[in-house]
């Protein structure tokens, strides 16, 4: 079966930096993927990491481990425009080769001034 | 903007009345995925179809269908809608039919169901 966690609300100030975790089990994992959503909007996405260790574009970065079941993903230099759902989601690989993503329900980030 | 486009962006409608929504991929895109997002709660994904053919079926409900055109544009028909359907619907597309770890969905903008 499939589960993700992450946590359901964090607050930071605007300049500072966040890590948002998200833990995992899955049976057949093949990627991960971070995606933002504002309120109402449709989630666009920011990483991906398939192979353990850091992926870095610009002020986001995602962590990998495969072992630990475990995907950071860490914003720097926050403004306020970055106040949104994180949305952490599994590629899971079903047999016959199938990939299916199963979504997280959402870190809801708030930044203040 | 993703590429994917979706209509319409709102629609109101009553109980067991039946409504279709339309998505279109982007360019290049040959598989189109339906997901359901009620309110605070995780996108939940329904179908996907890949090329016109149906790929993968997620929790979708009898009352809920879906088909991929020649031209690749995909309908999502709702019908005896309930209360409970109101929500936030999205489309997403991508250039792979499932098998690639590296395939990235790209999300159209969504239409809003509500049910009154």
Request: proline residues 0%.
């Given at each position: 079966g499939q589960n993700i966690d992450q946590p359901t609300e964090m607050t930071a100030t605007e300049g500072a930096i966040v890590q948002i975790n998200c833990t995992y089990q899955t049976s057949g994992f093949n990627g991960l993927f971070w995606y933002q959503q504002h309120a109402g909007e449709a989630p666009t996405f920011l990483s991906y990491n398939v192979l353990d260790g850091l992926e870095e574009k610009g002020r986001f970065s995602s962590f990998l481990s495969r072992s630990k079941g475990y995907s950071y993903l860490l914003l720097k230099?926050?403004?306020?425009?970055?106040s949104a759902s994180y949305l952490c989601a599994v590629r899971e690989m079903k047999p016959g080769g199938y990939n299916k993503l199963i979504f997280g329900a959402g870190t809801r980030l708030a930044v203040h001034p | 903007d993703s590429g994917v486009t979706q209509t319409p962006k709102h629609l109101i409608t009553a109980t067991g009345q039946r409504v279709t929504l339309r998505c279109s991929p982007r360019s290049g895109d040959l598989s189109v995925y339906w997901y359901q997002q009620s309110l605070d709660q995780g996108l939940q994904f329904l179908i996907h179809y890949y090329n016109g053919e149906e790929r993968a079926k997620g929790n979708?409900?009898?009352r809920f269908s879906a088909q991929q055109f020649p031209d690749l544009h995909s309908e999502l028909n709702l019908s005896?809608?309930?209360?409970?359907?109101?929500a936030l619907y999205f489309c997403a597309s991508s250039v792979?039919?499932?098998?690639?770890?590296t395939d990235t969905q790209y999300f159209g903008p969504g239409t809003r169901l509500t049910v009154l």
């Open positions: 230099e926050l403004q306020m425009k970055d | 979708i409900l009898e005896s809608l309930e209360l409970g359907d109101s792979a039919r499932g098998v690639l770890n």
